[in-house]
């Protein structure tokens, strides 16, 4: 069966951090993967997602992440976070032939001014 | 283009008691998804639907959730009796196919009390 773990389940930064958010997955055959991002109040939103290809794979809003398949890996990363940054973060996998998303738990980051 | 559109945004029913929460998906797209975050868990898969058919329904969690998707356009989530496990959000995203991304629905939240 997938999992997806996330390893940090709340980060708190200041403004001008770097960030990473760290994304591991189980999964034997061909994986989709996918962050998606929830601002207080409103829905999830995608913010990057990666197929095949170049697996540095560049975002909305600066966010960027890199897919390392010896890893099982799909860390997300933004050099300069802001305030507007404050959100929940969920890293997501759907194999090959199962289109259903598995989650992980989510990442809470919260951005001080 | 109109988004995921959920209804209601909140629900607040005692034990026992029937709910039904529907999602309207973005028009033409035939993979519709529902999925269920308890709280402090992480969102997990409830059942897909291709057009009016269920694709997968595994991660239904008991015979206590009916989903319908007549006419392969809105779809309706009921429990029937609702239990206090059943409290959490409702998420409904739909898609146009695997190697399209997956717009989310703002959820239902549910309380059973």
């Known amino acids: 069966a997938q999992s997806v773990s996330q390893h940090n389940h709340h980060v708190i930064l200041s403004e001008a951090a770097s960030l990473e958010l760290g994304c591991n997955y189980s999964?034997?055959?061909?994986?989709?993967l996918f962050w998606y991002v929830q601002y207080p109040g409103q829905h999830l939103q995608l913010l990057l997602k990666?197929?095949?290809?170049?697996?540095l794979v560049k975002g909305i809003k600066g966010f960027e992440a890199e897919f390392i398949k010896s890893k099982f890996s799909f860390n997300l990363r933004k050099p300069s976070v802001q305030w507007s940054d404050t959100a929940e973060y969920f890293c997501?996998?759907?194999?090959?032939?199962?289109?259903?998303?598995?989650f992980g738990s989510g990442t809470r980051l919260q951005v001080q001014p | 283009e109109a988004g995921v559109t959920q209804f209601p945004s909140h629900s607040v029913i005692e034990k026992g008691q029937t709910v039904t929460l529907r999602c309207d998906p973005i028009?033409?797209?035939?993979?519709l998804y529902w999925y269920r975050r308890v709280m402090g868990k992480e969102i997990k898969f409830l059942l897909h639907?291709?057009?009016?058919?269920?694709?997968?329904e595994s991660g239904m969690p008991n015979n206590r959730f009916l989903a319908e998707r007549t006419g392969g356009t809105y779809s309706t989530l009921k429990v029937q009796p609702a239990e206090l496990e059943d409290s959490g959000v409702y998420f409904c995203?739909?898609?146009?196919?695997?190697?399209?991304?997956?717009?989310f629905g703002s959820g239902t939240r549910l309380t059973v009390v």
């Open positions: 997501a996998v759907n194999g090959a032939g199962r289109r259903a998303l598995t």
């Open positions: 028009s033409g797209h035939d993979n």
């Open positions: 995203a739909s898609s146009q196919g695997v190697n399209y991304g997956y717009t």
């Open positions: 990666y197929f095949s290809g170049d697996p």
């Open positions: 999964y034997g055959g061909t994986v989709n």
């Open positions: 639907f291709v057009k009016e058919s269920k694709q997968d």
